[in-house]
C-alpha cells in the first residue's frame, strides 16, 4: 500500500510541476501600425527594429482650466475615452461602467483615467468640472479635457482609433464609439474595450493588472 | 377520519385553485410590465441604470417610492417632454436635463407600469386612458 501511494504522490507532483512550468506569463498585444528601423548593434552588426503606433504629444485644457500633456500620464498605464456631456445614448453607460472601474484602481497612483469631449461648442471646462463632480469622480486621477474639434477628432481617429464625429441627424448632434483604449507606458496602444459592455469592462479591469506587472520587470 | 383527511384534501384543492386564478387586470398588469421593462432597457437604462440606481449626482434613482407616488401623474409628462427643472429625488436635489422620449400613449403606459412596480414599488397598473389625461395636464 505505502510504496504505491509514494509514486501516487510522485506522478502527482510531477504533473502538477509540467504543467506549472507551461503556463506563460499573459502579455497583451500592441495595436497600431508598425514601422521598421535598421539600428545598429553594439557589436557593429545591422539589426532591424519595430517601432510602434504611439499617441502623440497633445496639450487640452482640463476640467480645472490647467493644460493637460502627456508629462502628467508620464510612467503611467491610462484609459482614454470620448464623450460629450449632453450625451444621452451610450456616454452615461460607459462613464457608469468606467466609475467602477477606477474605484478598483483608486489607490494605485499608477492608473490614470483621461476622458476626451468631443462637444467643442458647449463642453468647456466649467461644464466637465461640473459633470466630473456630478459623476463623483472629480480629482487628479481621472482627467476630463476639452480641446479645439481638430485637435481631439485627429488625435481620436489617427491614434487612439476611436470614430468620432458631428451629426446633424442625430439627436444628440454627435456619435461617436465607446471604447475605453488601454494605453502603456510607452504611450502605445494595449487595449481597446467596448465601455458598454460589461464582459468586456470585467476584462480591462483584468488586463490593467497585467500591463502594471510589465513595466516592473 | 378518513372523511377528515377527504374534506381537507377537497377544501385545499379549492383553496388553491382560488388562488392560481389571476384576476384580468394582474395578467394584464403583467404583460404591461414584461413590455414596459423592455422599453425600459432600451431608452431609460443607459442613464437611470438596471436596478434604477441612477448615476452619481447626474441622474436622479427612481428608487424613491414616495416621489413615485407623489408624481405619479406627472410621469407620463416627464417621459414625453424631458424635465429641465431641477427634482429631489431621496433628499437630494438633481439639476440637469432630462431629455424627452416621444412614445405612444400604450408604450408610456408600459414603462410607467414598469418603473412603479420595480425597484422595491408596488402601485398596480395604470392605463392609456390614465395616460391619456395626465398628458392633457401637462405644464
Known sequence: MRPQSTLICAILLAVMLFASSCQQERKLPIYGLRDTKTVKNSDGTAGVDTIYQTIPAFKFLNQDSVYITNEHFKDKVYIADFFFTSCTSICPIMHRNLKMVSEKFKDNPDVMFLSHTIDFKYDTPSVLKKYAQKLGVDGPKWQFVYGPKDSVYTLAEKSYLVAVNVDSTNRDGYVHQGYLVLIDKDRRIRGAYDGTNPEQVAQLEKDIPVLLAEGKK | ?139
Open chain 2, 1 to 139: 377520519m378518513r372523511k377528515f383527511i377527504l374534506i381537507s384534501l377537497v377544501s385545499l384543492t379549492l383553496i388553491s385553485m382560488f388562488y392560481s386564478c389571476q384576476t384580468a387586470e394582474t395578467v394584464q398588469k403583467d404583460a404591461y410590465y414584461v413590455n414596459g421593462r423592455d422599453l425600459y432597457i432600451k431608452h431609460c437604462q443607459n442613464c437611470h441604470g438596471a436596478k434604477g440606481e441612477g448615476l452619481g449626482a447626474l441622474t436622479p434613482p427612481l428608487t424613491d417610492s414616495v416621489f413615485m407616488k407623489a408624481n405619479k401623474e406627472k410621469l407620463a409628462c416627464i417621459i414625453k417632454n424631458g424635465l429641465s427643472a431641477p427634482v429631489t429625488v431621496h433628499g437630494q436635489v438633481y439639476e440637469g436635463k432630462m431629455p424627452e422620449f416621444n412614445l405612444a400613449n400604450i408604450d408610456l403606459a408600459q414603462v410607467i407600469v414598469y418603473i412603479t412596480n420595480a425597484f422595491g414599488h408596488q402601485q398596480g397598473m395604470y392605463t392609456n386612458q390614465q395616460v391619456e389625461n395626465d398628458l392633457k395636464n401637462c405644464k
